[in-house]
């Protein structure tokens, strides 16, 4: 199937070497020249090994752009297996391959907008907050404090912010659906777990508010190659990397979802 095209969204794409400005168990900041421009949402596949000399770990790693300023790229994340471990962990210099600006990202609101974020969903959305210009409330969810990433940029933002996480140890206990709303007028946009997604898109159903949602995935290629990256929708399948991650929520076949 081949992808829809959407203006802005199939900008250039390119590999190139980044080194590393600095790394934490949540984050990693590289100078990256030549970078071509993207969309908020959109990602960028991380190769540890830039001279294919080793093999561990093998694939590279798909990252949303968390934020871009200049040459330096930002990616969030939560280490959860080895690669995410080595990416925390990088020394300044050290060089990391950079394959992007892959998928569609999120078109900017033109109106008021709902935004919610949970766990590692929500480095796809500060982007799209910042560069949102009219009345913006976003809503992030997480298991622990340490989890919400981005939580001091988002509390900088001009928004009206609310935060849950599911130990109590930040904002609201419970989860980030729990007594949402959907306001007159407000479009939604949305990236985080399958379940999470899965609540907004049918509270936004009920409301008959649009709903863009950002879907995450493991993928190997980021290009339709490998195949690891397919979803069903109601007219047959996409592919997350190349005609997501971002897509209309009623398009998708929830119950087909894990």
Same mark, same amino acid.
């Given at each position: ?40 949402? @959109?990602?960028?596949?991380? @190769? ?40 925390? #962990? ?14 569609? &990202? ?17 480095? #796809?959305?500060?982007?799209? =907050?910042?560069?949102? #210009? ?10 622990? @404090? ?21 130990? &109590?140890? =930040? ?15 407000? +479009? ?23 709903? +863009? ?29 190349? @005609?997501?991650?971002?897509?209309? =929520? ?9």
């Amino acid at each position: 199937m081949r992808p829809e095209t959407r203006p802005g969204h199939d900008a250039e794409r390119r590999r190139v070497v980044g080194r590393v400005l600095d790394s934490g168990p949540f984050a990693l900041r590289l100078e990256a020249p030549g970078f071509p421009a993207h969309a908020p949402g @959109q990602f960028a596949m991380l @190769q540890l090994d830039p001279g294919l000399e080793r093999v561990d770990p093998l694939l590279p790693r798909p990252m949303a752009v968390y934020r871009r300023e200049g040459d330096a790229l930002e990616f969030r994340f939560r280490p959860v297996g080895r690669g995410t471990r080595i990416m925390g #962990s990088l020394a300044p210099g050290e060089a990391v391959a950079v394959v992007g600006p892959l998928g569609r &990202g999120f078109r900017l609101p033109e109106g008021a907008a709902l935004l919610v974020g949970g766990g590692t969903g929500i480095a #796809s959305l500060y982007e799209l =907050a910042r560069d949102s #210009s009219g009345p913006l409330r976003v809503a992030l969810g997480a298991a622990t @404090q340490a989890e919400l990433l981005g939580l001091e940029d988002f509390r900088a933002l001009d928004c009206e912010l609310s935060v849950s996480t599911e130990d &109590g140890s =930040a904002g609201r206990k419970g989860r980030v659906t729990d007594g949402l709303g959907i306001r007159p007028g407000e +479009s939604v946009y949305a990236c985080g777990p399958n379940g999470m997604l899965r609540a907004v898109a049918a509270l936004a159903e009920e409301a008959r508010a649009p709903c +863009s949602v950002s879907l995450e995935s493991t993928m190997a290629c980021g290009f339709g190659i490998c195949l690891g990256c397919v979803v069903p929708v109601r007219d047959g399948f996409r592919y997350l990397c190349t @005609q997501g991650p971002v897509l209309d =929520a009623g398009e998708l076949c929830w119950e087909d979802l894990p």
